[in-house]
């Protein structure tokens, strides 16, 4: 019976490919990416990134689970127990008066008076690393096998209505041909468990992910603070602007890069 005893095979040796390069305790998953959040495209396999996740915060009714600030209705007259609950499933419309405001001291008046807000809650913003340090697996798609991107050929033709083959189109002579390369839009990291879920609950809540580019031969880990609009305040030491009787011309509202000349568009005229 010794002669049937085989020495079972090296698990390590059987794995190829991308799998073999997963260390044990360790998953991949993919994320999408864009030019901004990739750094232009520059993560190669095998090179290490920080996740950085930007989320937005509003405040909400906890029994309603909608945004603050509630709607008031008026209502007219008593209303019934089954009237009560249709209006609060929202079957019965009253009259929406405005936003639930607050009562605040006027002091010049010295009276109460009640503040209802002008526009809808807005966000709030922050941003943070999410996972300082992650090994990228793939960027763009995996290729697949052989088998699963043929697609075989299937022709109505007979011998008495031949298809012939349309010709592709031929560049001109002499003209150098250039493939055409689609920009990746996903990305493969390899990370923990809990981190995979983790990143698969921010794709889903709607969360935005960028990645950082690591160096080489750097394995240290930094602790961030959040980012939000008090850090950069205080941390930056930016000023608020002071509310003053005078103002610049024309009005801004939206600041945007000015035009240069290089950048504008010259139309040529066609003979």
Do not use: C, W
């Not at 520059?42 to 937005?56: E, F, K, L, Q, Y």
């Not at 002579?173 to 981190?195: H, K, S």
């Amino acid at each position: 019976m010794h002669g049937l005893f085989v020495e079972p095979p090296d698990l390590a040796e059987l794995l190829t490919g991308l799998v073999a390069q997963i260390p044990r305790g360790k998953v991949a998953i993919s994320i999408p990416i864009s030019r901004l959040s990739s750094i232009s495209y520059a993560p190669r396999p095998g090179d290490h990134v920080s996740v950085i996740v930007t989320m937005m915060f509003v405040d909400v009714d906890s029994e309603y689970q909608t945004r603050l600030p509630n709607e008031v209705l008026q209502v007219i007259g008593p209303i019934s127990t089954e009237e009560m609950s249709l209006l609060s499933m929202g079957l019965l419309k009253g009259e929406v008066v405005t936003f639930q405001g607050r009562t605040e001291l006027d002091p010049l008046m010295n009276e109460l008076v009640y503040v209802v807000p002008p526009e809808q809650q807005r966000g709030r913003l922050v941003s943070q690393t999410l996972l300082p340090n992650v090994m990228v697996l793939q960027v763009g798609n995996f290729q697949l096998e052989e088998e699963e991107v043929t697609t075989p050929t299937t022709t109505t033709a007979t011998e008495e209505t031949p298809v012939e083959p349309v010709p592709e189109p031929q560049p001109a002579e002499g003209t150098p041909v250039t493939p055409e390369v689609e920009p990746p839009d996903v990305i493969t990291l390899i990370v923990d468990p809990q981190d995979a879920v983790t990143l698969n609950y921010l794709l889903f809540s709607g969360a935005e992910l960028t990645l950082a580019l690591r160096a080489a031969d750097d394995d240290s880990i930094t602790a961030t603070e959040s980012a939000t609009m008090q850090f950069l305040l205080d941390e930056y030491n930016i000023t608020m602007p002071a509310k003053l009787p005078y103002g610049t011309e024309p009005r801004v509202d939206d600041p945007e890069l000015p035009v240069l000349e290089n950048d504008a568009v010259v139309e040529i005229p066609q003979e």
